[in-house]
């Protein structure tokens, strides 16, 4: 033991600890901006990463359509059902858009929170310790990705872009224990949009906490909820999940809804990146924008 | 040419980990099991029983850097603990016989070690709040079983390359 902690070593060993603290304590502040050789390392890793991804992806792809090809019977006679249902629908929807067109025009508006252009991205690796919910995506700054921007798969909402360099982007997902990972959304189904935040994730249940609903208002079980685009950042109407419990928050001032996520954020392949057409906000959704937007 | 091969198995072992990680959670019965790939560690754990401490903790800093800057964005976690065991191992190989699976015993043990460092680490910093018997049984377990595989299945592969490098040197040295 005394050869071990011989005092050459001790010190060392001190020296290390107080420089380890004192990186993490630096890096565990909010920043805003990532260093420049932290960017350089992210590139390069990036670029190394996608090597390896990309042949991941495709043998995941051919189980994919393995298990697919399985499913196709039971598949085909669901989908012919609902078929019929679709063509009315889809009529239904033409009708509407051309109808909203029109009274847009008449009414002069033109930006609406809900128009953006989708950036496609490949998932290119998950932080393999999958402590802190994050992927890191293959585009970056260069694609006109930016910070705070939203991210999401065909069924829904997933995270946000929390760190952009020139070729990668980091995202942390939406099921993160980050208490200030906030959504401002909404609950549709009723006459008119129902406001709240989705705030925090509960682990064991695997749903989204959707915090602060007036408590006067009468939600349902099923009824969906969708992003509102007033948090500044987010466009509005992607959809986030399900409401499939809902409670009195802790203080018993306002409701909580437990929201089962649309999206599936086990085996994350290929992703949009979602770039709004309104002017965005600073900051984070419905987190300092309001601040400066009041000030 | 061996030289260059360590290196160049810890690089591929590094990407390798987190197109694993893709796969992670596997959802049995309603229930999620998180697998966390570990293979760097565990070479670095054979080059040090094997080759070298040093150049194991060289390799552990340069890679648990990456690693921190890439996915944690946490500088100085994983550039602390990979060096950190490698000097345990090394500490503990001095000791007792070598033999391939006294290494694998040993590399499991200290990977176990490892995920309840980085546990304790989360926790205190609040990222998880995560029962410890939630832990042992959703993480650990699954975790260290799907190690252990892949450390039987490529255990031997991984001494015989270090085993060559290592005569390599002797016969340089000559």
Redesign the interface.
């Known amino acids: 033991m005394s050869r071990f902690f011989s005092n050459k070593r001790l010190i060392l060993l001190m020296l290390g600890v107080i420089l380890l603290v004192a990186l993490i304590s630096y890096s565990l502040r909010d920043r805003d901006n990532v260093s420049f050789p932290e960017q350089i390392i992210k590139d390069t890793v990036g670029a190394g990463q996608s090597l390896f991804s990309g042949p991941a992806h495709f043998v995941t792809g051919i189980f994919d359509n393995v298990d697919s090809l399985l499913n196709t019977y039971k598949e085909n006679q669901h989908l012919k059902g609902r078929l019929e249902e679709f063509a009315a629908v889809k009529a239904e929807v033409t009708d509407l858009r051309s109808e909203n067109d029109q009274l847009k025009e008449i009414v002069g508006k033109e930006a609406d929170l809900r128009d953006y252009n989708p950036i496609q991205a490949t998932v290119i690796a998950r932080n393999p310790d999958q402590w802190e919910e994050k992927v890191i995506l293959n585009k970056g700054e260069s694609d006109g990705v930016m910070e705070n921007m939203a991210v999401m798969t065909a069924q829904g909402l997933i995270g946000k872009v929390t760190l952009v360099t020139a070729t990668t982007s980091t995202v942390e997902l939406i099921s993160t224990q980050n208490p200030n990972y906030r959504v401002s959304s909404m609950v549709i189904g009723g006459e008119e949009g129902v406001f709240g935040l989705i705030e925090g994730y509960d682990a064991e249940r695997r749903e989204l906490l959707l915090k602060r609903i007036d408590a006067q208002i009468e939600l349902e079980v099923g009824q969906q909820v969708v992003s509102s685009g007033l948090g500044g950042i987010f466009p509005k109407g992607l959809i986030i999940g399900e409401i499939t419990e809902i409670t009195i928050d802790e203080f018993g001032l306002t409701k909580l809804a437990y929201v089962k996520p649309s999206a599936d954020f086990t085996l994350l392949n290929h992703v949009m990146i979602a770039d709004r057409e309104m002017p965005e906000t600073k900051g984070e959704d419905e987190g300092v924008a309001t601040e400066e937007e009041g000030s | 040419m061996i030289r260059y091969l360590l290196p160049l198995i810890a690089?591929v072992l590094f990407?390798?980990?987190?197109?694993?990680?893709?796969?992670?959670?596997l959802?049995l019965d309603g229930v999620?099991y998180?697998i966390?790939?570990r293979f760097l560690l565990m070479f670095l754990i054979f080059v040090t029983v094997y080759y070298d401490a040093k150049h194991a903790m060289f390799y552990g800093l340069f890679f648990g850097?990456?690693y921190?800057?890439?996915?944690?964005?946490?500088?100085?976690?994983y550039s602390?603990l990979y060096p950190m065991m490698c000097l345990i191992a090394g500490?503990i190989v001095k000791s007792v016989h070598r033999n391939l699976i006294v290494a694998t015993l040993l590399t499991l043990v200290l990977t176990a070690l490892f995920e309840f460092v980085?546990y304790l680490f989360?926790s205190f910093?609040?990222?998880?709040?995560?029962p410890v018997d939630v832990f042992l049984t959703s993480r650990l377990l699954p975790t260290m079983i799907a190690n252990s595989l892949f450390l039987v299945m490529l255990g031997w592969a991984f001494k015989s390359v270090i085993v060559a490098r290592l005569i390599e040197r002797e016969n340089s040295k000559v």
């Open positions: 690089l990407f390798l980990e987190p197109v694993f990680g893709l796969f992670s959670p959802q999620y998180y966390v790939p850097l990456l921190d800057v890439f996915f944690i964005d946490i500088i100085g976690l602390f500490y980085l989360f910093i609040a990222l998880a709040s995560m």
